[in-house]
């Protein structure tokens, strides 16, 4: 029974880190439900026998990343949808896994900012705005290239945290 809640919720954390993905690619935007689910779920991923000292220490990445990410949102240097995200990535985490999360996503952001400044990238970007009909001013049209850095965190979500679950 313990098993199969634990296996419930990492179900639901695939399905939702998806969606934030598909989300933030479709209109720049990551759903505050999907985040909430995220947290929602995660007491459901200590049935695998997390002690409580261990559901502390997660509790204290996820509090600790969405702090350095207010204030990084704070002065315009990420979204607050992806603050959100990471902070419930982190939750999930918790200490053994939250610098390889960190750095995963970078590099994965890194070389998705890196495939929207290619001109194939900047297709797709420019085919999204329109299909949105978003339309960004004349001076940031050419200076500026939204990132749905949602991608990254969850691609690097699903690659960090997934695998130790099933060992």
């Not at 935007?29 to 689910?37: A, K, R, V, Y």
Request: with cysteine.
């Amino acid at each position: 029974m313990m098993a199969a809640l634990h296996y419930l919720a990492l179900g639901g954390f695939v399905v939702l880190m998806a969606a934030a993905a598909f989300e933030d690619f479709r209109r720049f935007t990551i759903p505050n439900w999907l985040t909430l689910g995220l947290c929602v779920l995660w007491p459901l991923s200590l049935f695998a026998g997390t002690t409580v000292s261990g559901a502390v220490g997660d509790l204290a990445c996820g509090l600790i990343v969405f702090a350095v990410g207010a204030l990084l949102f704070a002065r315009g240097y990420i979204g607050g949808g992806d603050v959100k995200l990471l902070a419930a990535a982190a939750l999930w985490a918790g200490p053994a896994l939250l610098p390889s999360l960190l750095i995963v996503t970078g590099l994965l952001g890194g070389v998705l900012a890196l495939i929207l400044l290619s001109p194939v990238g900047a297709l797709l970007v420019s085919g999204t705005r329109a299909q949105l009909g978003f339309t960004a001013g004349p001076e940031t049209a050419a200076t500026s290239t939204p990132v749905a850095y949602g991608i990254a965190i969850a691609a690097a979500s699903l690659i960090v945290i997934l695998p130790p679950q099933f060992s």
